[in-house]
């Protein structure tokens, strides 16, 4: 087996998508760490059971100060190593491609590594091209010491704060994300009337979106909630087990996560018969005026924590209003609303997770920063403190936005949000689907 093999070179493009934008944030990075050693696992493979593992993602760190984002990339180490007092020079770690000759045990007989197994991996000199940082084949790397972002606290919260804002390349990628995610959302809504009638709609709608970011990006960038009626008010639904009723809403939370591993974080909540019914248009006008009040308070030099007090200040308004809460005031309004009303958005969902508050939780919004806007109304089947009309409600309406200079830009706009502009846009959808 191991002779009559012809050369076989690397397919496709020969330089990763962010290999312009990756050396700033390297430099970034060094600063911080002036004469320290920095370790950056890409991590390993995870077993799913017996000699079968889950698919492999690197760790978003690696994949920002690499570019690198594919399955290949497991076990691979960046290391920044000090190049004087205050510079250090990138090497990446990589295990080399195995030969057909001499290294048959891997070739053909290793089912993680093995080329007949996964598939061609680049050796060094092939990384180098993509990436344009210098290459060593893992077995150089020895027991690495140094700060390694797997274990070291500051590394690790130094990484997610410098991944707060967004060069205009990583806006880009979001983009495409949201763009293909607005093209899942509209999939599912053609797919409908089979949805309907199936005893486990719920699971179909899951698989049609799935079917849209495997497609076109590198899958979704979360586990799909699509929950109908009472399940809606779970906030983290993902069991997708539930039949489909044309009474109810469905309440999808979906993000397209493309192969650059930006992810999309979008929810609508639409009515199954295309049309809201009256106590849906209550619930779902006074979730939209909060979104609308949440994003309208994003803009450089705002605190984190003010677009969600906008939004709740709203739901508090609206439920003293319907006569469920004595007053605006106070936190009485959370038993409905559950969770803060958004995040930062970008290689992870919830991103940037590991900075300290100061930077992100307790700090204040700055130009380029992506975020979710995402109230949402959770009304328990089973919360005596409602009116049994309002019970087993659940609405959130996400949208992804960009803090520009003056304000934010909506970048989930191709999606309608007002109930009169999803009834349209439903019914466009469903008379195409119907033909
Ligand atoms: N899909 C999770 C979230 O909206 O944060
Ligand atoms: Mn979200
Ligand atoms: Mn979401």
């Not at 020079?89 to 295990?95: P, W």
């Not at 979106?209 to 590198?218: I, K, L, S, V």
């Not at 008010?233 to 999808?252: A, E, F, M, S, T």
């Not at 969902?349 to 919004?365: F, I, N, Q």
Request: aromatic share 6%.
């Amino acid at each position: 087996m191991a002779g009559g093999w012809s050369p076989s070179p690397l397919p496709g493009s020969d330089r990763v998508g962010a290999y312009a934008v990756t050396p700033a944030r390297r430099a970034r990075l060094s600063a911080r760490f002036p004469g320290e050693r920095l370790i950056v696992p890409a991590g390993g493979l995870a077993v799913r059971s017996n000699d079968c593992d889950h698919r492999f993602r690197p760790h978003s760190a690696y994949a920002w100060l690499t570019g690198l984002t594919g399955e290949d990339q497991a076990g691979h180490v960046l290391v920044m190593e000090p190049s004087g007092p205050h510079a250090h020079e990138a090497v990446l770690y990589l295990r080399p491609r195995s030969p057909r000759t001499g290294g048959e045990e891997e070739f053909y007989r290793d089912r993680r590594y093995g080329e007949f197994w996964v598939g061609r991996r680049p050796d060094p000199a092939e990384a180098e091209r993509l990436t344009g940082i210098r290459c060593a084949p893992l077995a150089a790397l020895g027991a690495a010491t140094g700060r390694d972002a797997a274990s070291d606290p500051e590394l690790a919260s130094v990484l997610s704060e410098l991944r707060l804002v967004k060069d205009a390349w990583e806006v880009g990628q979001l983009q495409l994300a949201v763009d293909h995610t607005a093209a899942g959302f509209e999939d599912v809504v053609r797919e409908l009337p089979r949805a309907l009638a199936h005893p486990r709609g719920e699971r179909w709608i899951e698989g049609v979106f799935g079917r849209r970011a495997r497609a076109e990006g590198n899958g979704t960038g979360y586990e799909t909630i699509a929950a109908s009626g009472a399940h809606a008010c779970v906030l983290h639904w993902i069991r997708n087990d539930g039949r489909l009723d044309r009474g109810d809403l469905l309440l999808l939370d979906a993000g397209v996560e493309a192969d650059s591993l930006y992810t999309a974080d979008i929810t609508r909540t639409l009515p199954l018969s295309g049309r809201f019914s009256a106590v849906q248009r209550q619930v779902y006008e006074l979730v939209l005026a909060a979104q609308e009040a949440g994003m309208a308070a994003l803009r450089p030099g705002a605190g984190f924590r003010d677009f969600h007090r906008a939004a709740m200040a709203v739901i508090a308004d609206g439920l003293a209003q319907w006569g469920v809460l004595k007053d605006a005031g106070g936190d009485l309004h959370r038993r409905y609303t559950l969770c803060g009303s958004g995040h930062m958005l970008g290689l992870d969902v919830h991103d940037c997770a590991k900075a300290r508050s100061e930077t992100y939780l307790d700090g204040v919004l700055e130009e380029g920063q992506v975020l979710t806007v995402e109230p949402g109304l959770y009304l328990q089947p089973d919360d005596e403190t409602l009116p049994p009309e309002l019970r087993g409600i659940g609405v959130r309406i996400e949208d992804d936005l960009v803090v520009t200079a003056t304000g934010a830009r909506l970048m989930s706009g191709g999606l309608p949000r007002t109930v009169a502009g999803i009834e349209e846009w439903m019914g466009t959808l469903l008379e195409d689907a119907a033909r």
